[in-house]
């Protein structure tokens, strides 16, 4: 099994930053794509940031410029830097890992964690 755990959100103010990490568990071999969702409350879930294996990104158009992804694979950790946090990106935060390869090739796709909780208010 593999598992997802979230950590880093909180209660910030407009302006402010935050650092999310996701770090996997489990015996893995190799992960593919890791990347963040967020939900806010009364909307669907929506896509953040991705990063591959090998540091391709891609962002949400809102965020761009302003949240930054990365990842350490000898971890198995993705994170999300936050800055310049607004109030509308209020929402709990997912991670997500598209495809991951587990030991005795056992292959699991679409982990989602339980996910952190980030307000933004003043």
């Known amino acids: 099994q593999v598992q997802l755990v979230e950590s880093g959100g909180g209660l910030v103010q407009p302006g402010g930053s935050l650092r999310l990490s996701c770090a996997a568990s489990?015996?893995?071999?190799?992960?593919?794509?890791m990347g963040w969702y967020r939900q806010a409350a009364g909307k669907e879930r929506e896509l953040v940031a991705t990063?591959?294996?090998?540091?391709?990104?891609n962002y949400a158009d809102s965020v761009k410029d302003r949240f930054t992804i990365s990842r350490d694979n000898a971890k198995n950790t993705v994170y999300l830097q936050m800055n310049s946090l607004k109030p509308e990106d209020t929402a709990s935060y997912y991670c997500?890992?598209?495809?991951?390869?587990?030991?005795?090739?056992?292959?699991?796709?679409?982990?989602w964690g339980k996910g952190t909780l980030v307000t933004v208010s003043s």
């Open positions: 990063i591959t294996s090998r540091g391709s990104t």
């Open positions: 489990g015996s893995i071999w190799s992960i593919n794509a």
């Open positions: 997500n890992i598209d495809k991951v390869i587990m030991a005795g090739f056992v292959q699991r796709e679409d982990v």
